[in-house]
């Protein structure tokens, strides 16, 4: 089994910065690209950044020079740093990862981490 676990999210006023992680564990035999969406409420899971393991990079335009993907593959560790937070970005953030098991390959998803920007 494979587990992915968020952390990093909280309460930030605007202009604020967070950074969020997420480490990937159990029976890992490699993971290609990861990822981090987020959820707001009433709207769709939208695709936020991505990174693969090459280190290319994709981001949504609404975030394009504002958040910065990276991962560190030694410790199957994705990062999202979040800068000039605003409103707009209050969502639940997940992270995925495309990873191979003896099983084969499949998509893991973490639980979740709320980042609620507010004065």
């Known amino acids: 089994q494979v587990q992915l676990v968020e952390s990093g999210g909280g309460l930030v006023q605007p202009g604020g910065s967070l950074r969020l992680s997420c480490v990937a564990s159990g029976s890992i035999l490699s993971i290609s690209g990861m990822g981090w969406y987020r959820q707001a409420p009433g709207k769709q899971r939208e695709l936020v950044a991505a990174i693969t393991s090459g280190g290319s990079t994709t981001y949504a335009d609404s975030v394009k020079g504002q958040f910065t993907i990276s991962r560190d593959s030694a410790k199957n560790t994705v990062y999202l740093q979040m800068n000039s937070l605003k409103p707009e970005d209050t969502a639940v953030y997940y992270c995925?990862?495309?990873?191979?098991?003896?099983?084969?390959?499949?998509?893991?998803w973490g639980p979740g981490t709320q980042v609620t920007v507010s004065s």
């Open positions: 995925n990862a495309d990873v191979e098991t003896w099983g084969g390959w499949g998509k893991y």
